[in-house]
């Protein structure tokens, strides 16, 4: 095999906010630090985070059924404060991130709650069984019966069953992806658009990309075995992986929802995301695809005032308004 070339340079922005950060990144995750980083993930995210945003929003934890035979869902409703049943605003249906194997629905939720505020949406955040305790197809049979229960109870939090947007980064964008997949094929409620964040949607895990990241940045390619092999087990890389679990097995892109994909030139997920968006544009689809130069995965987290992470959610917002206008 020919030999690697090194990956794209970092932003010298971003480069430096990864700086202080020193041997607390771990690009390399395995299965033993799994317990770990769930700690971690879970005392952060207790600390920081109000769905509220100081008031905005009103927020509340619902309990809801999840697939049949299966333990009932958590799913976090947050709608504008002003808003009441009588409204029919945009839903942005969130999956969160963490490889499928961290992560609760709280997890990156602020970003929809950005978007949420600037355009006068209700954000439904689902919180999926998590890999390997529980591997596919638990995390796409919970959010597609937490999109059931969101598009059927839409009306009660003065949301729009007509106008669902699904989102997520990273892991919560594959499954974003793959809901979309799911629902084209299995007749379900219709979504208008998929936000897809630096999406994790090829379990082969063979990209240039992957081999050029390998021991750099946040999540490497020893990760991404590490999480597709939680979801999928020995099954992982090998023939007859539903397109399900990892949305770049699927054979047919057509009859989606609008795309939006954004992905950093330096991170693992580069050019599988690429990929994903030349075949929907094959099958006719609508996709639009960024591509932030010397952006790492989850770049725009690590270093929000960065110029190129305030590129990104402008670029992110503009598309939802000219979807939700549309």
Do not use: K
């Amino acid at each position: 095999m020919p030999e690697v070339p090194p990956p794209p340079p970092f932003d010298p922005e971003l480069a430096a906010a990864l700086e202080p950060a020193g041997d607390a990144i771990t690009p390399g995750l395995t299965a033993d630090d799994i317990p770990a980083a769930r700690r971690s993930a879970g005392s952060e995210l207790a600390e920081l985070f109000d769905p509220t945003v100081d008031g905005a929003f009103a927020a509340e934890d619902r309990t809801v059924p999840g697939p049949e035979g299966a333990p009932d869902l958590s799913v976090l409703v947050c709608r504008p404060a002003s808003a009441g049943p009588a409204d029919s605003l945009p839903v942005i249906y969130h999956m969160h991130g963490g490889g499928l194997i961290l992560g609760t629905n709280r997890a990156g939720v602020d970003g929809p709650l950005a978007w949420a505020r600037e355009l006068g949406a209700v954000v439904v955040s689902v919180e999926y069984r998590l890999a390997p305790e529980h591997p596919h197809p638990a995390p796409i049979d919970d959010v597609y019966a937490g999109l059931l229960w969101t598009a059927g109870h839409a009306r009660e939090f003065g949301g729009d069953p007509d106008r669902i947007v699904l989102a997520g980064a990273s892991a919560g964008g594959g499954l974003a992806a793959a809901l979309a997949l799911a629902l084209r094929d299995r007749e379900g409620p219709p979504a208008i658009g998929q936000m897809l964040l630096y999406p994790m949607l090829d379990d082969r895990n063979d990209t240039l990309s992957c081999r050029q990241m390998a021991g750099v940045g946040v999540w490497d390619r020893t990760a991404n075995e590490t999480a597709w092999t939680a979801l999928l087990g020995d099954r992982r890389g090998g023939p007859g992986v539903s397109p399900y679990a990892a949305p770049a097995r699927a054979t047919d892109l057509s009859g989606l929802p609008p795309a939006f994909l954004d992905v950093g030139s330096a991170e693992t997920f580069r050019d599988e995301a690429v990929a994903y968006a030349s075949r929907i544009w094959a099958c006719g689809g609508v996709a639009e695809l960024h591509v932030w130069p010397g952006g790492f995965h989850g770049f725009d987290g690590f270093a929000p005032e960065a110029s190129l992470s305030r590129a990104a959610r402008a670029a992110r917002l503009a598309w939802l308004r000219r979807l939700l206008a549309g």
